[in-house]
């Protein structure tokens, strides 16, 4: 059963020896499109849906091929984001193509897209059986706060993160830590308290917010609603990575 797919991608840069998006060396395609407006983004040119430059799985699985000497043991091929569950169809090709050749796969995402309708829930368990790892960023608990920070609530984020862990997949959780944001107590204490739930993550990284994306901001005409707030002290991170240990 060929399935021929004329699934475009949209995309909006390739990085061809990440060290940080995954295990190992790892090619790493960024997807555009994103419908989160989190206050702290720091890559807000990949919202548009429309932007990026158009490739088909096979083409871009042939680009990610010339690397595969380097991946070693671990290493492979990461997508990223923006948000790539926004573009399955494309990823799940990509993904299903990249198991043929024995590719590890890993896809970091959000998780904002994840809902249990058709046709994306379908889609989604077929994406899951070609993916190695989920690399999560859970940003807020609160469901308000969350709203706050990003446009949208989280119920749907925290019932992907149940059922990757149910299916046996892998998974990295990440959480951007931000001063008097998304540092307090309570809500990190609900994030371990939830983590604590789930039965196969293999790391926890606390990313301290950076505002190396606030000049984007500024050329795209936004209002940065972070403005003034500084990145964590090395003495906050620690504080806060106590409550994951």
């Given at each position: 059963n060929v399935m021929k797919t004329k699934a475009a991608g949209r995309i909006h840069s390739?990085?061809?020896?990440?060290?940080?998006?995954?295990?190992?060396?790892?090619?790493?395609?960024?997807?555009?499109?994103?419908?989160?407006?989190?206050?702290?983004?720091?890559?807000?040119?990949?919202?548009?849906?429309?932007?990026?430059?158009?490739?088909?799985?096979e083409a871009?699985?042939?680009?990610?091929?010339?690397y595969h000497n380097y991946w070693g043991e671990n290493g492979g091929i990461t997508v990223s984001g923006g948000e790539p569950l926004l573009q399955i169809d494309f990823l799940t090709?990509?993904?299903?193509?990249?198991?043929?050749?024995?590719?590890?796969?890993?896809?970091?995402?959000?998780?904002?897209?994840?809902?249990?309708?058709?046709?994306?829930?379908?889609?989604?368990k077929r994406l899951m059986e070609y993916t190695d790892l989920v690399m999560l960023d859970l940003k807020e608990m609160d469901c308000q706060r969350h709203k706050d920070l990003t446009g949208w609530d989280n119920d749907n984020i925290l019932a992907m993160a149940r059922e990757i862990s149910e299916m046996g997949i892998p998974m990295w959780i990440r959480h951007v830590l931000v001063p008097g944001l998304t540092d307090d107590r309570e809500g990190?204490?609900?994030?371990?308290?939830?983590?604590?739930?789930?039965?196969?993550?293999?790391?926890?990284?606390i990313l301290p917010y950076h505002t190396l994306g606030t000049l984007k901001w500024e050329e795209m005409g936004l209002d940065y609603s972070l403005e003034g707030i500084?990145?964590?002290?090395?003495?906050?991170?620690?504080?806060?990575?106590?409550i994951f240990q």
């Open positions: 390739l990085e061809t020896f990440g060290l940080v998006d995954g295990p190992g060396v790892r090619f790493v395609v960024f997807m555009q499109g994103c419908r989160m407006r989190c206050r702290y983004c720091h890559n807000p040119e990949t919202w548009s849906e429309t932007a990026g430059e158009e490739w088909t799985p871009l699985l042939e680009r990610a091929w010339r090709e990509f993904f299903r193509l990249a198991k043929i050749r024995g590719i590890h796969t890993a896809l970091d995402t959000c998780g904002q897209p994840f809902t249990k309708e058709e046709p994306f829930y379908g889609t989604w990190l204490i609900g994030l371990r308290q939830f983590m604590d739930g789930l039965k196969t993550i293999e790391k926890f990284e500084m990145p964590p002290t090395k003495e906050e991170v620690k504080k806060a990575e106590k």
